[in-house]
C-alpha cells in the first residue's frame, strides 16, 4: 500500500480511541499513509516532522486542545485541514472554519464519509502544482480545481468572474488597472471586452460572494480593482465610540484584541443591569453559553474568532448574564478598526423575549 501512495502522509489527532481506529482504519483502505497521534504535543511534533498533506483534528480532544492543533496548522502552506466536531454544533463549524479549517465533519462521524473528505483535499492538494490554491482572508480559489469558496461553502462563479478573481489574488492587493482586467478575459468574451463589461463582471462577481462582496474587491477610482486588505475594518475614533454607540437604538457592547469591554451603549447597560462594565473582560460580564448551557469560552468564544480574522459572525442564540437572571440573546459580532489601527469588535446584542 505504502508503495502506491504519492505525497504527504495525513495525520489523525484523536484521544477516543474508537474513533481513532475507525478513521485510521478507513483511511488506510483508501492507500493513504495515516500517522495516528492521541495528544496534541505528539501532533504538532509530528506535524513538524512529517509535513503532511492532510491533518485531521478533533478539536475537542484533550480537553479542546485540539483548537490549538488546529490554529497551528491551518496557518501552515500546503496543509490542509479537516475539523472533527463530536458535538455538531453550528458554533463549533463557525469556529473552525474562522480558525482556518478547509472542511468539518459532524455528527455523525462515518469513518467511510470522512475517509472520502480527506481523500478529496489530498486529491486536491496533489495536483496544486498544476495551479496554486490562493487564499485572501476566509476566501480560497483554487486554481486547479476552479473552485471558489467563502467560510469552507463553495461560490459559483462564470468564467469570466474566475479569470478577474485570479488576477486579483495573484496581484496581491496591488491594484490592476481595467486595461490588465480585460486583458485576462478578453479570450473568454465573445465581443471585444470594454471597461463597462469589466464593471458588470465585478459587481456580479461581489454579489455572487455575497454580503462582505465588497470587502474583498474594492474600487481605486478612475483606474481599476484590487483585493481589500484582509484585516481592513472600518475606522472607529477613540472619542468618538461612546456617542456612535449610544446613538444604535439596540444593546451594544465594544471589545479590545484582549476581549476587555472598552465601551458600552446606554441600551447595553440597561440590558445587562450594570454601568460599571467598561474595562472588564467581556466573558466576566456576559458569561456567554450556548442554550443548552455549554460555556462559550477559548477557542469557542465569538469574540476571539472575530479578532483571530475570521470576519463577522451574526445571529447566534446564546445565553447571557441579565440584569439579575440569565436571558436569551442573539448576538451578532462586527471586525473593528479602533484609533493607531487597533483590532476591536462590535457585539450587538438583541433580547430575546416571550
Not at 16 to 37: Q, S, T
Not at 265 to 288: F, H, K, M, S, T
Amino acid at each position: 500500500m505504502a508503495g502506491q501512495y504519492e505525497g504527504g502522509p495525513v495525520l489523525l489527532a484523536e484521544d477516543e480511541p474508537e474513533i481513532l481506529n475507525g478513521i485510521r482504519d478507513a483511511l488506510r483502505a483508501e492507500d493513504l499513509l495515516v500517522i495516528g497521534c492521541r495528544t496534541v504535543r505528539t501532533a504538532l511534533e509530528a506535524a513538524e516532522f512529517h509535513r503532511p498533506s492532510v491533518i485531521v483534528v478533533d478539536v475537542a480532544m484533550e480537553g479542546g486542545r485540539g483548537w490549538e492543533l488546529l490554529h497551528t496548522q491551518a496557518a501552515r502552506s500546503g496543509t490542509r485541514t479537516l475539523a472533527l466536531d463530536r458535538r455538531g454544533d453550528a458554533l463549533v463549524r463557525r469556529a473552525a472554519f474562522a480558525a482556518g479549517a478547509d472542511d468539518v465533519a459532524s455528527p455523525p462521524l462515518v469513518p467511510s464519509e470522512i475517509s472520502a473528505r480527506v481523500r478529496s483535499l489530498h486529491k486536491r492538494d496533489r495536483i496544486d502544482a498544476g495551479g496554486p490554491v490562493l487564499r485572501h482572508g476566509d476566501l480560497i480559489l483554487d486554481v486547479s480545481a476552479h473552485e471558489v469558496r467563502v467560510a469552507g461553502h463553495p461560490v459559483a462563479v462564470t468564467a469570466q468572474q474566475f479569470a478577474i478573481l485570479r488576477a486579483l489574488c495573484e496581484a496581491r492587493g496591488a491594484t490592476l488597472h481595467r486595461s490588465q482586467l480585460l486583458a485576462r478575459i478578453a479570450a473568454l468574451e465573445d465581443e471585444p471586452p470594454s471597461d463597462r463589461a469589466v464593471d458588470l463582471h465585478v459587481s456580479r462577481l461581489r454579489h455572487r460572494l455575497g454580503a462582505r462582496g465588497r470587502r474583498y474587491i474594492e474600487a481605486v477610482y478612475g483606474v481599476g480593482y484590487r483585493l481589500a486588505r484582509p484585516d481592513a475594518r472600518p475606522a472607529l475614533p477613540a472619542d468618538a465610540a461612546a456617542a456612535v454607540l449610544d446613538a444604535i437604538g439596540s444593546a451594544v457592547l465594544l471589545i479590545d484584541d484582549e476581549l476587555r469591554i472598552r465601551g458600552a451603549n446606554r441600551a447595553a447597560q440597561r440590558l445587562l443591569g450594570a454601568d460599571d462594565i467598561v474595562g472588564r473582560p467581556c466573558a466576566e460580564v456576559l458569561g456567554c453559553r450556548t442554550s443548552d448551557g455549554v460555556a462559550m469560552t477559548g477557542p469557542t468564544c465569538l469574540g476571539r474568532a472575530v479578532l483571530s480574522g475570521g470576519g463577522p459572525i451574526a445571529h447566534v442564540r446564546a445565553i447571557v448574564r441579565g440584569d439579575g437572571s440569565p436571558m436569551e440573546v442573539d448576538l451578532s459580532h462586527t471586525p473593528l478598526t479602533v484609533d493607531g489601527g487597533s483590532r476591536a469588535v462590535a457585539i450587538e446584542i438583541l433580547h430575546q423575549s416571550g
